[in-house]
Protein backbone atom coordinates (compact mmCIF):
# COMPACT_ATOMS: atom_id res chain seq x y z
CA UNK A 1 0.00 0.00 0.00
CA UNK A 2 1.37 3.46 -0.77
CA UNK A 3 -0.01 7.19 -0.22
CA UNK A 4 0.01 9.61 -3.44
CA UNK A 5 -0.15 13.12 -3.24
CA UNK A 6 -1.54 15.15 -5.81
CA UNK A 7 -1.69 19.08 -5.87
CA UNK A 8 -2.65 21.30 -8.92
CA UNK A 9 -2.50 24.84 -9.22
CA UNK A 10 -4.05 26.67 -12.14
CA UNK A 11 -1.33 28.72 -13.16
CA UNK A 12 2.56 28.70 -13.60
CA UNK A 13 2.74 31.73 -11.23
CA UNK A 14 0.69 29.86 -8.16
CA UNK A 15 2.92 28.27 -6.03
CA UNK A 16 2.67 24.48 -4.92
CA UNK A 17 4.56 24.31 -1.48
CA UNK A 18 1.93 24.24 0.81
CA UNK A 19 -0.29 21.83 -1.02
CA UNK A 20 2.96 19.62 -1.12
CA UNK A 21 3.66 20.02 2.81
CA UNK A 22 0.28 19.18 3.79
CA UNK A 23 0.64 16.06 1.23
CA UNK A 24 3.44 15.18 2.99
CA UNK A 25 2.73 15.88 6.80
CA UNK A 26 -0.35 13.46 5.85
CA UNK A 27 2.14 10.50 4.51
CA UNK A 28 2.13 10.69 0.94
CA UNK A 29 5.28 8.98 -0.53
CA UNK A 30 5.07 10.66 -3.58
CA UNK A 31 3.28 13.79 -5.00
CA UNK A 32 2.29 14.41 -8.24
CA UNK A 33 1.67 17.85 -9.48
CA UNK A 34 0.00 19.82 -12.36
CA UNK A 35 0.05 23.62 -13.32
CA UNK A 36 -3.11 23.61 -15.22
CA UNK A 37 -6.68 24.04 -14.55
CA UNK A 38 -9.13 22.70 -12.53
CA UNK A 39 -11.81 22.69 -15.50
CA UNK A 40 -9.21 20.17 -18.06
CA UNK A 41 -9.94 16.66 -17.07
CA UNK A 42 -6.62 15.09 -19.30
CA UNK A 43 -4.15 16.27 -17.08
CA UNK A 44 -0.03 14.84 -17.81
CA UNK A 45 0.41 14.14 -13.68
CA UNK A 46 -2.99 12.96 -12.88
CA UNK A 47 -2.88 10.91 -15.47
CA UNK A 48 0.51 9.33 -14.64
CA UNK A 49 -0.80 8.80 -10.83
CA UNK A 50 -3.89 6.79 -12.28
CA UNK A 51 -2.31 4.43 -14.05
CA UNK A 52 0.08 3.90 -11.21
CA UNK A 53 -2.16 2.99 -8.90
CA UNK A 54 -2.14 -0.37 -7.27
CA UNK A 55 -5.06 -2.00 -5.27
CA UNK A 56 -4.77 -0.85 -1.85
CA UNK A 57 -3.04 2.69 -2.58
CA UNK A 58 -4.19 5.25 -1.39
CA UNK A 59 -4.68 9.16 -3.15
CA UNK A 60 -4.62 11.68 -0.91
CA UNK A 61 -5.24 15.56 -2.01
CA UNK A 62 -5.27 18.74 0.10
CA UNK A 63 -8.87 19.99 -0.85
CA UNK A 64 -10.95 17.68 -3.55
CA UNK A 65 -11.78 21.09 -5.46
CA UNK A 66 -7.74 20.29 -6.15
CA UNK A 67 -9.15 16.92 -8.36
CA UNK A 68 -11.46 18.87 -10.35
CA UNK A 69 -13.88 21.51 -10.93
CA UNK A 70 -17.13 19.64 -12.01
CA UNK A 71 -19.30 17.56 -9.78
CA UNK A 72 -19.22 15.24 -12.98
CA UNK A 73 -15.37 14.62 -13.35
CA UNK A 74 -14.75 14.52 -9.91
CA UNK A 75 -16.74 11.49 -9.93
CA UNK A 76 -15.14 10.24 -12.96
CA UNK A 77 -11.69 10.34 -11.23
CA UNK A 78 -12.92 8.93 -8.08
CA UNK A 79 -14.37 5.83 -10.36
CA UNK A 80 -11.40 5.32 -11.85
CA UNK A 81 -9.17 5.78 -8.47
CA UNK A 82 -11.90 3.01 -7.13
CA UNK A 83 -11.27 0.84 -10.22
CA UNK A 84 -8.15 0.45 -9.50
CA UNK A 85 -8.58 -0.63 -6.05
CA UNK A 86 -7.55 2.57 -4.61
CA UNK A 87 -8.93 5.00 -2.19
CA UNK A 88 -9.45 8.60 -1.59
CA UNK A 89 -8.81 10.87 1.03
CA UNK A 90 -9.13 14.83 0.87
CA UNK A 91 -7.78 16.69 4.15
CA UNK A 92 -9.72 19.91 4.10
CA UNK A 93 -13.29 17.81 3.97
CA UNK A 94 -12.39 14.83 5.90
CA UNK A 95 -13.56 12.61 3.12
CA UNK A 96 -12.24 9.29 2.97
CA UNK A 97 -13.57 6.58 0.37
CA UNK A 98 -11.98 3.95 2.21
CA UNK A 99 -15.12 4.17 4.61
CA UNK A 100 -18.96 3.77 3.43
CA UNK A 101 -19.63 7.13 5.69
CA UNK A 102 -16.88 8.89 3.95
CA UNK A 103 -18.04 7.81 0.31
CA UNK A 104 -21.40 9.20 1.20
CA UNK A 105 -19.85 12.32 2.72
CA UNK A 106 -18.09 12.61 -0.52
CA UNK A 107 -20.78 12.51 -3.07
CA UNK A 108 -22.45 14.84 -0.59
CA UNK A 109 -19.82 17.68 -0.99
CA UNK A 110 -19.16 17.17 -4.67
CA UNK A 111 -22.68 17.90 -4.97
CA UNK A 112 -22.73 20.77 -2.84
CA UNK A 113 -19.59 22.47 -4.70
CA UNK A 114 -21.24 21.70 -8.28
CA UNK A 115 -24.24 23.77 -6.54
CA UNK A 116 -22.16 26.28 -5.51
CA UNK A 117 -20.41 26.69 -9.19
CA UNK A 118 -23.61 26.42 -10.74
CA UNK A 119 -25.02 29.55 -8.73
CA UNK A 120 -21.74 32.03 -9.41
CA UNK A 121 -22.30 31.05 -12.99
CA UNK A 122 -26.40 32.33 -12.93
CA UNK A 123 -25.12 34.73 -10.60
CA UNK A 124 -22.60 36.09 -13.20
CA UNK A 125 -24.59 35.79 -16.54
CA UNK A 126 -27.49 38.26 -14.24
CA UNK A 127 -25.31 40.29 -13.62
CA UNK A 128 -23.92 40.84 -17.38
CA UNK A 129 -27.63 41.22 -18.46
CA UNK A 130 -28.10 43.84 -15.82
CA UNK A 131 -25.33 45.46 -16.95
CA UNK A 132 -25.91 45.39 -20.83
CA UNK A 133 -29.67 46.80 -19.67
CA UNK A 134 -28.15 49.55 -18.50
CA UNK A 135 -26.05 50.53 -22.02
CA UNK A 136 -22.76 49.43 -20.21
CA UNK A 137 -20.86 46.71 -23.09
CA UNK A 138 -18.05 44.19 -21.20
CA UNK A 139 -15.04 43.09 -22.73
CA UNK A 140 -11.98 44.37 -23.89
CA UNK A 141 -12.46 48.22 -25.86
CA UNK A 142 -11.83 48.11 -29.04
CA UNK A 143 -8.64 48.40 -30.42
CA UNK A 144 -9.86 51.67 -33.35
CA UNK A 145 -12.69 53.98 -32.69
CA UNK A 146 -15.37 53.65 -35.31
CA UNK A 147 -13.97 56.91 -36.93
CA UNK A 148 -10.66 55.06 -37.02
CA UNK A 149 -12.20 51.85 -38.74
CA UNK A 150 -13.72 53.66 -41.23
CA UNK A 151 -10.58 55.37 -42.10
CA UNK A 152 -8.65 52.40 -41.96
CA UNK A 153 -11.26 51.00 -44.46
CA UNK A 154 -10.72 54.03 -46.58
CA UNK A 155 -7.20 53.64 -46.97
CA UNK A 156 -7.10 49.77 -48.28
CA UNK A 157 -10.27 50.30 -50.46
CA UNK A 158 -9.53 53.96 -52.24
CA UNK A 159 -5.83 54.31 -51.42
CA UNK A 160 -5.23 50.09 -52.19
CA UNK A 161 -2.78 49.86 -48.73
CA UNK A 162 -1.75 46.90 -47.73
CA UNK A 163 -3.14 45.39 -44.28
CA UNK A 164 0.35 45.78 -42.92
CA UNK A 165 1.17 48.89 -43.25
CA UNK A 166 -2.15 50.37 -42.54
CA UNK A 167 -1.73 48.22 -38.67
CA UNK A 168 1.94 49.81 -38.50
CA UNK A 169 0.00 53.36 -38.64
CA UNK A 170 -2.96 52.34 -36.36
CA UNK A 171 -0.25 50.68 -34.11
CA UNK A 172 -2.82 47.31 -34.17
CA UNK A 173 -2.39 43.91 -35.20
CA UNK A 174 -3.08 43.07 -38.63
CA UNK A 175 -5.52 40.61 -37.20
CA UNK A 176 -7.40 43.66 -36.21
CA UNK A 177 -7.46 45.58 -39.44
CA UNK A 178 -8.84 42.57 -41.45
CA UNK A 179 -11.92 42.28 -38.87
CA UNK A 180 -12.66 45.82 -39.51
Request: no cysteine; net charge positive; hydrophobic share 40%.
Amino acid sequence: MMTLGYARVSTQGQNLDSQNDALAAAGAQRIFTDRVTGKLRNRPELDKMIDQLRAGDVVVVTKYDRLARSLKDLLEIVEAIAAKGAGFRSLAEEIDTTTPAGRLVFHVFGSIAQFERERITERTREGLEAARRRGRVGGRPRALSPDQASEARRMRDQDGRRISEIALLFKVSQDTIRRV
